[in-house]
């Protein structure tokens, strides 16, 4: 079968920036034609780009392992993942395959960041490490542990996992139905699923981990913060990033309250917008009376009273509690204001198109990313960028779940000279200034509000 290639594995065999690529494509009628992919992410023919390289007199290095994982991204997305675990390759080899199928499934596999790996690892210690939602190990592999258990639900996963680390422990399955770790760990770390309401709520209602409290069934992340606890030796530290919803829902009030009442809590702190860190101790000897609730990843200096916090909320979200509230407040009273709605009048329908068309049109190396994150490269003299940017985010506001599986590229938008798509832009831009600084508003609300409460300020 042939090998393919995207614009990002050309950037790197020709030791380029993506946006060159985009140049190349653009400028040079010569340029391979795709044979695949999507309007935003092409795939183009190796042979045929090796070609085009060579001609145009342009260096280039394929090394062996681009030349493997170029034969792998033959298959079936479903099937890359069951491939890369049958590849025969050496550990730098194969870790370099890894990597190149983590960026191809990113979204699929949801992996740990790494600079997020470093602060959970960062926080435990130990011999013995357990990771009870594994996945291909990234986790595990990063930890300074000889001895190193994980399970992971999905088999595929699994396998590969055993792969990067032959002398680790890889059990298959589902952790919290089936749990396959009979030892006890120094340290538990894990980046469980989220919002999972399928986790077995059902079968598992008597279940003896529940020691601070049978999790609702909306409440999966409260069922691995108890399954981790339940790995680790008495005093043993867990490290579990959860949705940083989990510290507030008012469903799982009861079981944070037993958490803290118990002395398993050390800290909360945030690691990424939406995106925090627990870090626990399987409690032993008298329950601490501070807790360090962070707003960004730091030394765990207890800054918060447990006893003001078992409230009819038990809110454990470090935006709510930080010891910087007061201060933020008043720094940015003084000039805080609210930028003006743009003007917008009733017109007559025009003539519309489709996100989709709008980028096939404009091929270029601008680029504008969506509010999921998604990228696409246009040239701003045919779209005019904030136009593209502001209808991305219209059109994901529309979507009233917020699922990422939403297909913006077929959403219908106005079709536009670029001179009236810029007027659309400056609005795009406004209403998002002014979405901006209303986050920000109901944010110093809240900072008001607990500076208030606290005793930290008071009023003029």
Request: with cysteine; glycine share 8%; charged share 25%.
């Amino acid at each position: 079968m042939d090998e393919t290639v995207n614009a990002g594995d050309i950037a790197r065999l020709a030791d380029v920036g993506r946006a060159a690529v985009s140049n190349w494509r653009r400028r040079f009628e010569d340029f391979p034609a795709p044979v695949g992919g999507t309007a935003s992410s092409p795939l183009y023919l190796l042979r045929d780009v090796e070609s085009w390289l060579k001609r145009n007199g342009k260096p280039f290095r394929v090394s062996p392992a681009e030349r493997l994982w170029t034969q792998l991204r033959t298959h079936d997305d479903l099937k890359l993942g069951e491939a890369l675990a049958a590849v025969e390759a050496d550990a730098a080899t194969f870790e370099f395959l890894h990597e190149r199928y983590l960026e191809a499934h990113s979204r699929l596999l949801n992996p740990t960041p790494p600079e997020v790996i470093e602060v959970v690892l960062a926080t435990t210690d130990g011999n013995t490490v357990i990771d009870p939602a594994c996945g291909t190990g990234s986790l595990l592999k990063a930890s300074r542990a000889w001895n190193k258990i994980g399970q992971e639900v999905d088999p595929v996963s699994a396998v590969i996992a055993r792969r990067r680390m032959p002398a680790a422990q890889i059990f298959t399955g589902d952790s919290l139905r089936h749990n396959g770790v009979q030892e006890k760990a120094d340290a538990v770390v894990c980046d469980p699923p989220w919002h999972d309401r399928a986790w077995g709520h059902e079968e598992l209602l008597g279940d003896a981990r529940w020691t601070y409290g049978l999790p609702p069934r909306g409440e999966p992340e409260l069922a691995w913060l108890q399954h981790c606890l339940s790995l680790a030796k008495p005093g043993g530290l867990v490290a579990v990033l959860l949705p940083s919803t989990a510290a507030s829902r008012r469903p799982g009030k009861r079981i944070r309250g037993n958490l803290l009442r118990a002395g398993a809590v050390r800290a909360v702190m945030t690691v990424q917008p939406g995106r925090d860190l627990w870090l626990l101790r399987n409690p032993v000897g008298r329950a601490p009376e501070h807790i360090a609730l962070l707003q960004a990843p730091g030394p765990l200096d207890p800054n918060t009273r447990v006893i003001d916090l078992l409230d009819d909320d038990v809110d454990l979200s470090p935006s709510r509690h930080s010891g910087a509230d007061a201060s933020a407040y008043l720094a940015a009273q003084p000039t805080f204001v609210l930028p003006p709605l743009p003007e917008l009048r009733e017109q007559a329908a025009p003539p519309m198109t489709t996100i989709g068309e709008l980028i096939r049109a404009a091929p270029g190396d601008h680029v504008v990313t969506s509010p999921t994150g998604t990228t696409y490269e246009i040239d701003p003299r045919k779209v005019d960028p904030d136009f593209l940017e502001g209808v991305l985010r219209a059109a994901m506001a529309r979507n009233p779940t917020g699922s990422t599986r939403l297909d913006v590229r077929r959403t219908q938008v106005p079709s536009l000279p670029l001179a009236a798509q810029q007027r659309y832009g400056r609005a795009f831009a406004q209403l998002k200034a002014l979405e901006a600084s209303l986050e920000e508003a109901s944010g110093l609300v809240r900072l008001g509000y607990q500076g208030l409460l606290s005793g930290q300020i008071e009023p003029a």
